[in-house]
């Protein structure tokens, strides 16, 4: 059984800082892709960060140069430090990993149970 879990979301006033983290555990035979997806109410969810397994990185316009995604292959985890964190921001951040475990080598989409960012002064 494959799991992503997710910390480090809270409440930060505009312009300050959060780091997330997104462990992934199980019986994991390789990570193709991990990334971050916001959800906020009334909003389309669209991947802000991602990076894949040869440490190639992606990021949506809207967050270029605040946010940066890092990965530590040896832990499967990958992490978003939000930097210049504006009131738009707000959001339940969700991991997904393209992962493929070791029952079937294919891969397969997981999801994080989500963390709450919330920027307000």
């Known amino acids: 059984q494959v799991q992503l879990v997710e910390s480090g979301g809270g409440l930060v006033q505009p312009g300050g800082s959060l780091r997330l983290s997104c462990v992934a555990s199980?019986?994991?035979?390789?990570?193709?892709?991990m990334g971050w997806y916001p959800h906020a109410p009334g909003k389309q969810s669209e991947l802000v960060a991602s990076?894949?397994?040869?440490?190639?990185?992606n990021y949506a316009d809207s967050v270029k140069g605040r946010l940066t995604i890092s990965r530590d292959s040896a832990k499967n985890t990958v992490s978003l430090q939000m930097d210049s964190l504006k009131p738009e921001d707000t959001a339940v951040y969700y991991c997904?990993?393209?992962?493929?475990?070791?029952?079937?080598?294919?891969?397969?989409?997981?999801w994080g149970q989500g963390t709450q960012v919330t920027v307000s002064s």
């Open positions: 997904n990993a393209d992962i493929r475990p070791y029952i079937t080598l294919r891969p397969q989409g997981y």
């Open positions: 199980g019986s994991i035979f390789r990570i193709d892709v």
């Open positions: 990076m894949i397994s040869g440490g190639s990185t």
